[in-house]
């Protein structure tokens, strides 16, 4: 009689197993786009083709830094700056974003709008509104249903100290009234969301590295979708028992992950990359909006001519401080290599839209007089904040400096005028850079920056307009490490 009753549990166990229902669910992201929106008729195409392949089983989601990168986007006069890749997730069918670093470039009131403007809530659990801040208090996470499956979403963004300040990397005059935590231990506080949902994950705008300390720390998680770092990962990376995904930047790929559940757990997870550049499909309604945002940009005007071709951090930054330190009677003026974001300019007819491209983040030019020692704690301090280590991080115009090195120290600059003559030590001299500068790099300087009521991308225009033609500069700057 026990042997039977053995049998007969084993039966209706296996009998369960077998019944027990699978289901696909689908996770569509991107992440780091930057306001690059001419591929999104394609996009929208290929989410159409998952819901209709998965009917009522698809998600999408956004890694955040959906602005600056494409003057088309970020300098739309109606509505306003940022409203076109707005516009376009809303009609893909994005169902959340987490808040990037570059939400913030066009100040807080302008998020307010778009944030309005979204179809879809833009998260972030480490970021608190007080007083002062023109941005309502973010969801932390949030819970959707997709058929019968709950999924938790929760999302975090990086920081960095500056100055003894945690923020993420945007520029501390648009931040503020918010205050930043550090996001992995925030996101912590919210595990007991695994008790409500079928499937748990972090929409972070993070980057890999911190997503991977997340997911050391909450093993309950199903996946992360990242952020950030831009990083491409082909097809995930599974650390902890935790799936992290990110797909590229510039939305030159789809991230597409499917999680299987039997019942109420998810038994498998598949992740790979889509590159757009391989979709064929355009949906026409997408497509139709996105021209009609280029045909209507102001930024198509010609204004100059490039005689021979300008590339790199330096050849640049001279470009950017000539043009500041010419149109303010300034001596000098540095520029933050982290600040240009194209590779180079080419020979032929040179567009406003070109100039937007190259330096996107409308910082308003400042003057400030400084001695030669306070331009040299400048310098020094600009070390700590570059990304690239065995490169200086400001660029000038007005003068040449070297820059030695001893390990990750600085040890000496010498600055010369174009004479080859040493600067005169104790004097002030009229130096022109960009509030970002001004802001994030803690210097001291005795005498307080002047703002000149115009951007930066402003003043270059306005340079090359009064030239006509523009051409390569010598280098002016060398790191040497000792």
């Known amino acids: 009689m026990k042997k039977m009753f053995i049998f007969w549990m084993i039966a209706i166990t296996c009998v369960a197993c077998g019944t027990t229902k699978e289901t696909q669910l689908v996770i569509l992201s991107t992440n780091d786009m930057h306001a690059h929106i001419d591929d999104y008729a394609k996009v929208a195409a290929f989410v159409s083709q998952e819901q209709k392949a998965h009917p009522g089983r698809v998600v999408v989601l956004s890694g955040g830094d959906l602005f600056s990168g494409n003057p088309v986007v970020d300098h739309c006069d109606q509505p306003g700056k940022g409203f076109p890749i707005i516009d376009l997730m809303n009609r893909v069918g994005y169902r959340a974003t987490a808040i990037g670093n570059h939400e913030f470039d066009y100040g807080q009131r302008i998020l307010a709008d778009r944030i309005r403007q979204a179809t879809f809530p833009f998260l972030c659990a480490n970021m608190y509104v007080g007083k002062g801040a023109e941005i309502q208090q973010p969801n932390a996470s949030m819970m959707i249903k997709v058929g019968r499956v709950r999924i938790g979403i929760i999302s975090g963004i990086q920081v960095e100290n500056i100055s003894g300040r945690l923020i993420p990397s945007s520029h501390p005059g648009r931040l503020t009234g918010l205050t930043f935590t550090e996001p992995v231990e925030e996101l912590q506080k919210l595990r ?14 993070m980057g890999v590295e911190e997503d991977k300390k997340l997911a050391e720390r909450m093993p309950e998680l199903d996946l992360i979708v990242g952020g950030h770092s831009h990083t491409r990962l082909d097809s995930g990376l599974v650390v902890n028992g935790v799936l992290i995904t990110q797909a590229g930047e510039y939305l030159q790929f789809v991230g597409r992950t499917e999680l299987t559940l039997r019942g109420r757990k998810v038994i498998s997870r598949r992740n790979r990359l889509i590159p757009v550049a391989s979709m064929t ?3 026409t309604a997408v497509k139709a909006a996105i021209k009609k ?4 940009s102001p930024l198509n005007e010609v204004i100059g001519r490039v005689t021979a071709r300008i590339e790199g951090k330096e050849g640049l930054g001279n470009l950017i401080t000539d043009a500041e330190a010419a149109m303010n009677n300034a001596d000098f003026a540095f520029q933050n290599s982290g600040g240009i974001r194209i590779a ?13 491209e190259m330096d ?3 910082n308003e030019v400042n003057v400030v007089e400084l001695t030669p020692a306070e331009m040299r704690e ?8 570059n990304k690239r280590r065995h490169a200086v991080d400001l660029l000038v115009s007005g003068m040449t400096y070297k820059l030695y090195t001893k390990g990750s120290e600085v040890d000496r600059i010498e600055m010369l005028l174009p004479n080859g003559k040493p600067l005169e030590e104790g004097k002030y001299y009229r130096v022109a850079l960009n509030d970002y500068i001004i802001s994030a790099y803690k210097f001291t300087h005795a005498r307080p920056a002047k703002p000149t009521g115009k951007t930066s991308e402003e003043t270059i225009i306005e340079y090359i307009r009064n030239r006509k033609e523009i051409a390569p500069e010598a280098p002016r700057t060398q790191l040497i490490e000792e």
Not at 192 to 205: E, G
Not at 344 to 356: Q, S, V
Not at 378 to 385: A, D, K, P, W
């Open 192 to 205: 007991d969301m695994r008790k409500r949902c079928d499937v748990f994950l972090a929409l972070n705008h």
């Open 344 to 356: 180079a300019l080419e020979p032929g007819d040179l567009t406003a839209k070109r100039i937007y």
């Open 281 to 283: 499909a355009e949906d």
């Open 293 to 296: 945002f280029y045909d209507e």
């Open 360 to 362: 996107p983040f409308g």
């Open 378 to 385: 400048l310098i020094r301090v600009s070390q700590h904040y």
